[in-house]
Nanobody, 120 residues
Framework: VQLQASGGGLVQAGGSLRLSCAVSGNIFTVNDMGWYRQAPGKKRELVATITRGGGSINYADSVKGRFTISRDNTKNTVYLQMNSLKPEDTAIYYC??????????????WGQGTQVTVSS
């Protein structure tokens, strides 16, 4: 199983970025998906999560109203639209997926991380 994240980069404060993370491999389906981030010297923190059907979405208070998580189950891909970016959003962003295998076993997988840098 591989999680390939993309879309990070350098942007000025107030700008936007869209992150993508595609899950690939011999899997049955993907349940919850999410984005987390880790800034230098800080612990990894939750940014947003979304259930398979999209009926339950959670955001960190610090990103509510600015970030939007979504997913395309036909592509096993999760997105994070980030608007009104602030310098404090600078971090490595990691995607996470609760993967279900054909054996119906489950496992938690992480992507490799993508750097987001917001300049003031």
């Amino acid at each position: 199983v591989q999680l390939q994240a993309s879309g990070g980069g350098l942007v000025q404060a107030g700008g936007s970025l869209r992150l993508s993370c595609a899950v690939s491999g011999n899997i049955f389906t993907v349940n919850d998906m999410g984005w987390y981030r880790q800034a230098p010297g800080k612990k990894r923190e939750l940014v947003a999560t979304i259930t398979r059907g999209g009926g339950s979405i959670n955001y960190a208070d610090s990103v509510k109203g600015r970030f939007t998580i979504s997913r395309d189950n036909t592509k096993n891909t999760v997105y994070l639209q980030m608007n009104s970016l602030k310098p404090e959003d600078t971090a490595i962003y990691y995607c996470n997926a609760d993967v279900v295998f054909w054996s119906l076993g489950r496992d938690d997988h992480w992507g490799q991380g993508t750097q987001v840098t917001v300049s003031s």
